[in-house]
Each structure stands twice: as structure tokens, then as C-alpha cells.
């Protein structure tokens, strides 16, 4: 599995240590044994070879040799040696640790290394980038009377990477969090999908005119006179101008897209910036059950000159993906949904490690993290190529 991430070297790994340095330490300088690089660094290469816990997380620096110890800027012993960090230090650091911080350092970092991967393979073309905005509850985060953790995130749609992602509390916070998630992103030419939750005109409005991106948004009933307008459109006498079909998890699904110009149909729409109308109708027959059939409506900012029916239908279906390439994998792979751990801002850490490991592997060519991760684990040196960590004299980090 790891001769498929291709060569490991500077032109396509960035180095993840500076990034990482940024992130300030919370603890009191009395006492520190590890700096807050090191106890970062271990976790992310546990990450990477598919630490799900605290404990693992622990276990993977117990079983690490000293040379990549050292390279971890775990400090020596007077004695020579060098200890690795227990679980309850661990856990302490990423309790008291800034999310928005680790969250920032590590999305920076994804956002470079999908450039520098990029650059690195000058043969391939450049499509416009496509930005899923999701959210995702932690289940086991809850306790006792508080509750569950729930996070908003800024994914490409391919290969998936989490570019940002903050805490919103719960789910009907993510609207008001739409735009301090995407602000700090280069988001010029770029589109970004969500659902209806986000299809918002006061945030699409800032969207298009403060960020220069474009948008594809679903549009159901809470946005009734939108809504109303696209289920009007003659969508009968346009004719099918994609299809495509799969077979998977158990069922078949056709999926059939028309689009429409708005300026030509309506003279205007309830939605700001918004040039084609589309209609996606999707039929899915599962194994042994009746057949179902849905319509789902959505309008984007792209005009027809600027994107096709199957580029529309890629990204609307990309966005859907997003379950499977992204939280699928945190839940099964990670078992993120059976983490308990649920104090301070340890969650949301965690969160964003399993985010690094999946947008890390994925962009240097992983499609099945399971089986990296394993490989990795056996091989743990190989978690400091991926991640572009380089020996560094005995140090003890920033």
C-alpha cells in the first residue's frame, strides 16, 4: 500500500514542523518535561498510522526508537534514554490546547501540501477547485449533561482535504459560522457547495462578491419563494443533459441532470448571483426493496459558458461523497463515533489529527487509509516522510 503514495521527497511533502510551531502553548513553563511540538508532532504521526485513542496515541510513541523519538524533538534523559509521553500528559496538552489554532496550522498545512502535490505533477490539468462545507457531530463527545460536539469544515472535494473547521456548538449554529470558517481561505474562482442549511443569502451574497468564488446550493423549503420558482421551471420539456450510474453499499442509483438558464426562464430568481437552475433526479433501487425516486434542486453562480452538466453533476455528487471519503472513514477507520473522549477541547484535537492523517494520505494517493495506516504502523519511520518531518539535532522544540 505505500509504494502507491509514489516518491516521498521535498518537491511534493511540506514540512509540517513549522506549522505545527505556531500553535501557542497553554501550560505554564514550570514543569514542562515535553514542549508542546513534540506532544503535536507524536500525535499526528500516530495519526497517520492509525492511532484512534489517547492510549494509542501513547503506545505508538512507547514502541517508537529513540532516533525517532529524536526526531520527534523528544528531549534525552540525563541517563541517555528518552520518554515517550503517557496518555494522561497527552490528553492533558490537547484538553488545554487552542482548537482554533491547531485547526488553522493544520488546514494551512493541507492547503500547501495539496499546492505543492499539485506543482508537482505539471503533466496534470488544474480544474477549478471545489469546496464542500459540511459539519459532523462527535458522538461520543457527549457527557453527562453536555452535549455532543458538533464541527463545521471546509473539505475539497478531491482529493479530500480538510482546509478548515471550527466548533459550532450544535448543528443549528453552522449557519452563523459559515463565514468565519471560510474567511481566511483563498476562495478566488474556486466553488463551494453545501446544502440547504447554508443557502443563505446573506452569506452567498458575501461569498460571491467578498471572497470572488463561486457557489453550487442546494435549495429545499426553507427557502420557499426559491424553491418554488425552480420546481416552476418547464423541467419536462428540457431535455436529460447527463446520466450517470453506479452500483454500491447494497443498491443501484441512476442519477439524471438538467440545467436551465435563469436569466432566460425567469427574469430572476430569490437568490443573489444565481445564472443556471439545475435539477438533479436520482432513483435508487436497493437490493430486495422497491425502487425510490427524488428531485433535489439546486442553483449555482457559474454560468453556462463556465461549467457543463457532468461538471455540475460531479460536483453535486462530490458534495454527497463527502460522507464516505471524509466522515465514513473518521467513523470506521478512526472510530470517532466510539471516542469518549470528551474534556476540554481534546475532541475537536483529536477530530482535527484523524482530518490531517485522511487529507495527508489522500493527497499523496491513499485510496484505502485502512490499509495505510496498518502499513504504516508497521513501518511507524515512514509517518516522518509522509509528513515532510526532518532530523533535527537534539532539540527540544519551540
Known amino acids: 500500500m505505500l509504494e502507491k503514495l509514489g516518491p516521498l521527497d521535498a518537491d511534493r511533502i511540506a514540512d509540517l514542523c513549522p506549522y505545527l510551531a505556531s500553535v501557542p502553548d497553554p501550560r505554564s513553563r514550570r514543569g514542562r518535561w515535553y514542549s508542546l511540538v513534540s506532544i503535536l508532532l507524536v500525535c499526528a504521526c500516530a495519526a ?18 529513540n532516533t525517532l523519538l529524536a526526531t520527534l524533538r523528544i528531549r534525552r534523559h540525563l541517563l541517555g534514554w528518552r520518554r515517550s509521553p503517557k496518555p494522561v500528559t497527552i490528553g492533558r496538552v490537547l484538553m488545554a490546547v487552542d482548537g482554533d489554532a491547531l485547526d488553522q496550522a493544520v488546514g494551512a498545512y493541507l492547503a500547501d501540501q495539496h ?11 488544474r480544474p477549478r477547485r471545489v469546496i464542500a462545507v459540511d459539519g459532523k457531530a462527535l458522538k461520543g463527545s457527549a457527557h453527562l449533561a453536555a452535549p455532543r460536539r458538533h464541527l463545521l ?28 470558517l471560510l474567511a481566511p481561505l483563498h476562495l ?25 468564488a463561486h457557489y453550487i446550493a442546494v435549495i429545499k423549503t426553507n427557502q420557499p419563494t426559491a424553491y418554488a420558482q425552480l420546481a416552476a421551471l418547464p423541467w419536462t420539456s428540457i431535455t436529460v443533459q447527463h446520466t450517470a450510474s453506479a452500483t454500491a453499499h447494497g443498491r443501484r442509483e441512476s442519477r439524471s441532470i438538467k440545467t436551465c438558464s435563469i436569466a432566460d426562464s425567469l ?26 425516486r427524488e428531485s433535489v434542486y439546486a442553483v449555482t453562480s457559474l454560468d453556462i459558458h463556465q461549467t457543463s452538466p457532468a461538471g455540475l453533476a460531479t460536483a453535486i455528487r462530490g458534495h454527497w461523497g463527502i460522507e464516505n471519503s471524509s466522515h465514513y472513514i473518521r ?14 477541547n481534546a475532541p475537536r484535537a483529536m477530530a482535527t489529527f484523524r482530518n ?31 509528513l515532510g518531518i526532518t532530523n533535527n539535532p537534539d532539540t527540544h522544540g519551540t
Open 115 to 125: 499546492r505543492k502535490s499539485a506543482c508537482a505533477d505539471a503533466s496534470a490539468a
Open 48 to 65: 497517520v498510522s492509525g492511532a484512534k485513542s489517547l492510549d494509542e496515541i501513547a503506545e505508538f510513541a512507547e514502541r517508537a526508537t
Open 188 to 212: 478566488a474562482d474556486a466553488v463551494v457547495t453545501f446544502d440547504a442549511l447554508h443557502s443563505v443569502k446573506a452569506n452567498i451574497t458575501w461569498l460571491v462578491e467578498t471572497k470572488k
Open 153 to 180: 469544515a471546509a473539505v475539497t472535494h478531491h482529493p479530500v482535504a480538510t482546509l478548515a473547521q471550527v466548533e459550532v456548538g450544535a448543528k443549528t449554529n453552522e449557519t452563523r459560522h459559515f463565514k468565519p
Open 331 to 344: 467513523d470506521v477507520t478512526f472510530a470517532e463515533d466510539a471516542s469518549t473522549v470528551h474534556t476540554g
Open 267 to 292: 427574469g430572476g430568481i430569490a437568490f443573489p448571483h444565481a445564472r443556471l437552475a439545475i435539477r438533479v433526479h436520482r432513483r435508487r433501487k436497493p437490493t430486495g426493496k422497491p425502487e425510490s
Open 356 to 386: 490531517l492523517a485522511i487529507g495527508t494520505l489522500k493527497i499523496l494517493g491513499a485510496d484505502n487509509i485502512a490499509k495505510t495506516t496498518r502499513a504504516i504502523r508497521h513501518e511507524p519511520e515512514r509517518a516522518l516522510a509522509i
